[in-house]
């Protein structure tokens, strides 16, 4: 038995007629006629009983139409929400980053695209698991580093030095720093715990340490709030320290020497598995990045990347 058999059989049954459906599908009544047929061979039942005007329903077919007819109707609906959803960008799309988007510029593009699309949905969810690509909930994913061997696209978004930070409270209780040599004696408070702390100062000299962490978070924010309770020096990304410093949540540490951050990447599946809505908002994403980050969505500009 063929579906495509079975799909004309139903629209025969719904159209009322042969030459109504034929219309509806756009063939010839004697294709039709004949297709029914060859249902019918197939299954061995009849289904329909033709009459010179009209046509009437075996017990057959009213069983096939209570079994499949709303099956159809089901795969009918889903079709068109597919084809709506390709038109008018409709749906859920899933941004997973170590970080609260919303704080990065890619999530105040997200925010914007979402502002241009409304049936579109946006879940920001937190998680710097290496497993992204082996999920299926996940379209879009932020992540800091190297990122492991996988079928998903990594592009390159920017560069982003690390400072180190500290509390005001904690620098006034522990032992001042002048150099990074002298971390050894302080906890430490990172997000990346397997990664060495490179240094290097303007008039040439550098230093590398691996350290031992008090305090290891897969996320920023929880390194930050550490660092603000007190619990040590924190190595964060430059562009999320600035404005704690700016604001004396934290002070900077070391500020003469230069630390070396990680890149930041977002990764996706090939496009050919992307929906409409998620390849629409990485096109929009490396459209309009600028690498700045602003406190207001109406009042930000964009350049376009050459």
Known sequence: ??????????????????????????MPTSTLSRRIQQLETDTGRKLLLRHAKEMSLTKDGQLFVQQFSA?????????????????QLSGLIVLNSPINPIQHQIGQLALEFARQHPKVQLRFQLGNQLDYYMRGDI??????????????????IAHNPSVLCASREYLDTHPPVTHPNQLHQHHLLTSNPAHKWFFRHPDGETFQMVH????????????????????????????YATELIHRHELEAVLPDWQMEGTD??????????L?????????????????????SLLTRTHRHET
Do not use: C
Request: net charge negative; aromatic share 10%; charged share 25%.
């Open 212 to 239: 031992n962490a008090r305090i290891q978070s897969d996320e920023l924010e929880s390194v930050h709030y550490a660092a603000a309770a007190g619990f040590g020096i924190a190595k964060l990304p430059e562009w």
């Open 275 to 295: 929906s409409e809505r998620a390849l629409a908002l990485i096109d929009y994403i490396n459209t309009h990045w600028t690498g700045v980050t602003s406190t």
């Open 1 to 26: 038995m063929k579906l495509d058999d079975l799909e004309l059989f139903l629209a025969v049954v719904k159209s009322g007629s042969f030459a109504a459906a034929a219309r509806k599908k756009n």
């Open 139 to 156: 379209d879009i994913a932020l992540r800091f580093g190297k990122q492991p061997a996988s079928d998903w696209i990594q592009k390159w």
């Open 264 to 273: 930041l990447v977002i990764l996706h599946p090939q496009r050919k598995l």
């Open 71 to 87: 099956l159809f109707d089901d795969i009918e609906t889903r079709l068109i929400n597919i084809a709506e959803e390709k038109e």
